[in-house]
């Protein structure tokens, strides 16, 4: 299992570059930019990556920056001929308003989101910081320790990051930036250790328990340096980029950060950081370019627009499962290298440098390596290259995907082309897919049927692409005693967490979750006792508790994020002196409660005391 390019999403509606990105909800949206002139299209991607095209912006715009706060994604500031101070917000539903103007007019700014508010700091050239609550009310903290423009910002944890930047005014040489600025919850600001090389247009994004620059311009070339900083704003420097670039664009999905794109070289590679910080190199981009946009959807991540030539592209990347050929079944092709048929064709990224032949009518199978099944009934496609030779007649071929010797899928039937290797792919329906019963069976048949004695069909490379396999699942009762932990410091995602028993947590037990619990369900009950404590330190959205919660005696639950969708059907009991936290926000809130809600003695419920209160 592992990060790929899975082929690009419908075009953007404009192709342009310079363009802004974030994700609300259901929908990533990609604002504004530079085509043939300033644009204000917003395109808008659903997690089936269906896009629509929502009002536009306000003011038609490009270098301007987005992030996300509660229920509304933000578009700020920019250049169209002069600086803007335009804010354009959209809602869950896209519906377009325009708070308060941030309090300078800039460009070349950065934008991320710590607890309440969404912050917009630096630009061409100031040190301004303006903060957006969820209700949109601007205020402006403590400004940067150093005004610079062409910075980067991400999250991690308690702290919103802006590091690097450029401190001149782009005559040459450039003077560049090492600050790091730290703003927490409460937007108090701290300077932490510096990036370990002074950039600026270097890029951030956020992993587990890291936060990663990446790339830029030192002043002299382009870098391929990476800094990483932990929650404790601990910085260290893992593997760098594959190739030195700057204006990357960042995002991250599953567990993977990702660097895609940029100006100076490998303007199409693409670098993946997992948990670990351990760097791969996925498929690159389509199109190789810069000034994309970038945020994630669901289970993609979306590099959209552009510029080396100015494009539309829209590449998605998702941590997929793969079946490559492992071994020969029957080998009644020829491998144009070495002495087995799948040697040839078992790529991870394709090549047509080496390949198998058919001469006239032939038929060989490989068996595809083993997966896990995906509990899943859409994702499973199937991809080869093949060309033909020949000077009569068009020449043609079968390709089936077997389980054993159960035909699953006819994957080609018909021509294929000559003189070049080109691709061919199925998608399985969802009939043929739920036929599939033992993913360590699989094989694909490749006959050739219309052809010449002399003529020849080649397959260069061969691949099953699967979604990635189900996380977490508890079955029974999940139990905590004593002073018992358990931690995941990763996502728990694609599937709902499903607990049908109880999830207990007993005297001093802890539970924790760092990273972010998704489609979590508890159809039973979860209790914590004593001083047991529940933390989430990031996100949990769309939960449902139909059974009961109850936090008793000196246990203490908080959130330091977001609860999402929040629906309880049974019963929700605070009592004696427990607390219930939610540092961030709640939002979307559907509180059914069916039952009771109870909070007694001197119990607290955020910062508002009850007494003997009954509802």
């Known amino acids: 299992m592992g990060l790929k390019n899975i082929g690009t999403a419908t075009a953007l509606s ?104 969404a912050l917009f700091g630096g630009g061409y050239l100031y040190n301004t910081v303006d903060a957006y609550d969820t209700s949109l009310t601007r205020t402006t903290p403590t400004a940067l320790s150093v005004a610079r423009s062409s910075l980067a910002a991400t999250t991690l944890g308690d702290y919103a990051l802006f590091g690097g930047g450029c401190t001149s005014d782009y005559a040459l040489p450039e003077t560049v930036s090492a600050v790091i600025d730290a703003y927490n919850i409460s937007l108090t600001r701290s300077t932490p250790t510096t990036l370990s090389v002074a950039r600026t247009d270097t890029s951030a994004t956020m992993i587990d328990d890291y936060a990663l620059f990446g790339g830029g311009f030192d002043g002299t070339a382009e870098s391929a340096v990476v800094d990483a900083y932990d929650a404790s704003l601990t910085r260290s420097t893992p593997t760098a980029l594959s190739v030195a670039r700057r204006n990357v664009s960042t995002t991250t999905t599953g567990d993977y950060a990702l660097f895609g794109g940029g100006y100076g070289g490998g303007a199409s590679a693409v670098d993946a950081y997992d948990s670990s910080l351990t760097r791969s190199t996925p498929t690159p981009l389509s199109v190789g370019r810069y000034d994309i946009g970038a945020t994630t959807i669901g289970d993609y991540a979306l590099f959209g627009g552009g510029y080396s030539i100015t494009t539309a592209v829209v590449d998605v990347y998702a941590v997929v499962q793969t079946a490559i050929p492992s071994s020969d079944i029957t080998t009644g092709w020829t491998p144009s290298t070495g002495t087995t048929l799948y040697g040839c064709i078992d790529e991870e990224i394709y090549s047509d440098a080496d390949y198998i032949r058919a001469t006239g009518v032939k038929t060989c199978e490989v068996k595809l390596s083993s997966t896990t099944d995906p509990v899943s009934s859409t994702g499973h496609i199937v991809r080869f290259r093949a060309k033909a030779t020949g000077s009569s007649g068009a020449e043609s071929m079968t390709v089936t995907l077997y389980q054993g010797t159960t035909s699953i899928a006819v994957v080609k039937s018909g021509t294929i082309t000559r003189s070049t290797f080109n691709p061919y792919t199925l998608t399985l329906s969802a009939a043929q897919a739920d036929a599939i019963t033992n993913y360590g069976d699989l094989r694909l048949r490749f006959v050739t049927t219309t052809i010449g004695t002399t003529e020849t069909i080649d397959v260069s490379w061969a691949e099953m692409q699967l979604p990635a396999s189900p996380t977490v699942t508890n079955e029974g009762v999940s139990a905590l005693s004593v002073t018992s932990i358990l931690t995941a410091t990763g996502s728990v995602t694609k599937v709902p967490v499903t607990q049908e028993g109880a999830s207990n947590l007993i005297t001093t037990s802890i539970l924790t979750v760092v990273g972010s619990g998704v489609h979590a369900i508890h159809d039973g009950a979860i209790v914590i006792n004593s001083t047991s404590v529940l933390t989430v330190i990031s996100g949990v959205t769309h939960i449902i508790h139909s059974g009961e919660t109850t936090v008793s005696v000196t246990s203490i639950s908080t959130i330091t994020s977001y609860i999402t969708h929040t629906v309880f059907s049974g019963e929700v009991i605070i009592t004696t002196t427990s607390e219930l936290l939610v540092i961030g926000t709640v939002v979307y809130n559907a509180p059914l409660v069916e039952a009771e809600v109870l909070l007694l003695v001197s119990s607290f419920f955020g910062d508002r005391r009850y007494y003997e209160l009954e509802i």
Do not use: C, H, K
Request: glycine share 12%; hydrophobic share 35%.
């Open 14 to 117: 404009v192709a342009r570059g310079s363009l802004a990105a974030t994700t609300l909800g259901n929908y990533a949206l990609f604002g504004g930019g530079l085509a043939t002139g300033y644009s204000a299209v917003v395109d808008a991607y659903d997690t089936s990556l269906t896009r629509s095209t929502p009002t536009a912006l306000s003011f038609a715009r490009e270098y301007l920056s987005a992030t996300t706060v509660g229920n509304y994604a933000l578009f700020g500031g920019g250049e169209a001929g002069s600086y803007s101070a335009v804010v354009d917000a959209y809602d869950t539903s896209l519906t377009r308003t325009t708070p308060t103007a941030l309090s300078v007019a800039r460009r070349y700014m950065d934008s991320t989101t710590i607890g309440d508010y």
